[in-house]
């Protein structure tokens, strides 16, 4: 079995950043890494493109990553999707944004791209290819008695817009199909050209929810790229801003799955618990979010002794009232009778497409960023991933639930083992252009940041990759024989980004 060290090394162009390596290769290299992905040996953690390249970030058992890169002039290069159907969507997305035509690619309808955008489509000529965005078609399904529900794309609530198109005998759905892009603002296209300040404020926009994140990502990347370690309090004040921000997420989560099944009182107990932790991020950080204060090389805000003191007074909080919390979802009948195996995930699916987060770590999938690939500081904390293998909605619960009491002790080790001195370190811009790429673990799980910084400091190229690029189409076949009446409830279990995926 080739490793994919080996398969890069093996490269003619090859670029070392630890701890990731990149190579363009030749064709035949590309063919057996899509035979890796295909066969379960390898994970796909990204595919994007340019005008004339085309790219997959990998991950090999041994937990090694490292992107390939494939030129495709004119445009064509072999469908990694009909092989590996995670990539199936990239390649769309891809097609849309850069008229790369992947040659056998089972799926050719527009991704990000409505209809609207005026362009010349790559798949446009091909049979079965896109046509104007009214006459997008929705897959069937065949048999007696199926009927057809849409819902959305715009919703009764304050989610942002996508399109359900359900196929269901009785209240039983037998198909359920997903229509994005709705949301897709052309964040990497506004990156293209912008210094590095700029697109990190970009960055930290691709999902609000994920603000902290995708900042650490971004910085993470750059930093890759240009060599520099940031000073080391700035490292762990990082990792407590991401503590916190996974904290306030599950905080609302659980909450917001328990009052779709019409359990509020969780969900008002919890919202409180979401808002104490948005209060303590606001009075460390001056910001309920912590936008904008991971900047590349450090980060922009210090943490003085009141601000530590509201995320001490947090922590307490929340460990006296959670578990009482906790006791009263797991002794409330009627709402396991709407968690327990409703929305299933297979281990196999969960590994096929490489889910992150509480998705994967429900279904068996154990993999976690901050311990697989050990940045710091995690590598000087301790903390343990909690992994359950019954993939339903109640399983998706508890790995938040285990998470948000790990989180709590991550944040007190932080606290406690906070090093002093500055916040932010020098960037030194390279001659000639460089590239980076991080992976950073998010509430929901890894966000990929890949960039290459050409001449003057300039984002030549940025691709941000949520982990709902690979979750979405799992809501998909996990909602399958399930009744209409429990897609709320497994939706907000998974809870999609809309618009980190719409980029």
């Not at 994007?48 to 970030?57: F, N």
């Not at 002093?420 to 811009?429: E, H, S, V, W």
């Not at 982990?467 to 996990?478: G, I, K, V, Y």
Request: aromatic residues 8%; hydrophobic residues 45%; glycine residues 10%.
């Amino acid at each position: 079995m080739p490793a994919l060290a080996d398969l890069i090394e093996a490269a003619r162009q090859v670029e070392h950043h630890a701890p990731w390596r990149r190579a363009v290769v030749a064709p035949k290299a590309w063919d057996l890494a899509v035979e890796q992905l295909a066969h379960g040996r390898w994970s796909l953690l990204g595919l994007w493109g340019q005008p004339d390249r085309v790219h997959m970030a990998l991950l090999d058992e041994a937990r090694n990553v490292g992107v390939i890169s494939l030129d495709c002039r004119g445009g064509r290069y072999p469908s990694v999707g009909q092989q590996h159907p995670p990539a199936l969507r990239l390649e769309r997305a891809a097609a849309d944004l850069f008229g790369l035509a992947p040659q056998g690619l089972p799926d050719t309808r527009r991704w990000l791209d409505h209809g609207q955008w005026g362009v010349s489509h790559p798949l446009a000529a091909r049979p079965g290819g896109p046509a104007a965005a009214s006459s997008y078609r929705f897959l069937t399904a065949e048999g007696e008695s199926l009927h057809q529900i849409a819902v959305g794309p715009v919703h009764a609530g304050i989610i942002e817009p996508g399109h359900f198109r359900f196929t269901a005998g009785g209240e039983t759905v037998v198909r359920l199909e997903e229509r994005l892009g709705y949301v897709h603002k052309g964040i990497e296209g506004l990156m293209a050209g912008a210094p590095i300040d700029r697109a990190a404020k970009l960055a930290g926009r691709t999902s609000g929810d994920s603000t902290v994140a995708y900042s650490f990502a971004f910085a993470r990347a750059v930093e890759a790229a240009l060599g520099v370690t940031p000073p080391p309090r700035a490292i762990w004040l990082r990792a407590l801003m991401a503590e916190l921000e996974r904290l306030a997420n599950h905080l609302g989560d659980i909450g917001a799955i328990c009052n779709d099944a019409a359990f509020a009182l969780m969900h008002a107990h919890c919202g409180v618990l979401r808002e104490r932790a948005l209060r303590a991020a606001d009075a460390a950080f001056g910001h309920r979010l912590m936008r904008d204060r991971i900047v590349p090389g450090g980060v922009a805000s210090d943490l003085n002794d009141a601000g530590a003191n509201a995320i001490r007074s947090l922590v307490a909080e929340i460990r006296q009232r959670f578990p009482h919390l906790v006791e009263l979802y797991d002794n409330t009948a009627s709402l396991q009778d709407r968690t327990v195996a409703t929305g299933r995930l297979q281990v196999g699916l969960a590994r096929q497409y490489a889910a992150g987060g509480y998705v994967g770590r429900a279904s068996g999938r154990d993999f976690d960023a901050r311990r697989d690939l050990a940045y710091a500081p995690y590598d000087e904390l301790a903390f343990d991933v909690p992994v359950l293998q019954e993939g339903d909605v109640n399983a998706r619960v508890w790995v938040r639930v285990r998470e948000v009491e790990q989180s709590l002790s991550l944040v007190e080790q932080i606290l406690g083992r906070l090093p002093g001195g500055p916040i932010r370190g020098d960037i030194a811009l390279a001659d000639g252009p460089r590239e980076g790429m991080a992976l950073v673990e998010g509430f929901r799980g890894d966000i990929l940041a890949w960039l290459r910084i050409g001449e003057g400091g300039l984002i030549e190229r940025c691709h941000l990759r949520d982990p709902s690029w690979f979750q979405w189409p799992l809501l998909e076949a996990a909602i399958e024989g399930n009744i209409v009446a429990d897609f709320p409830i497994c939706n907000k279990s998974f809870n999609c980004s809309y618009s980190g995926h719409d980029l």
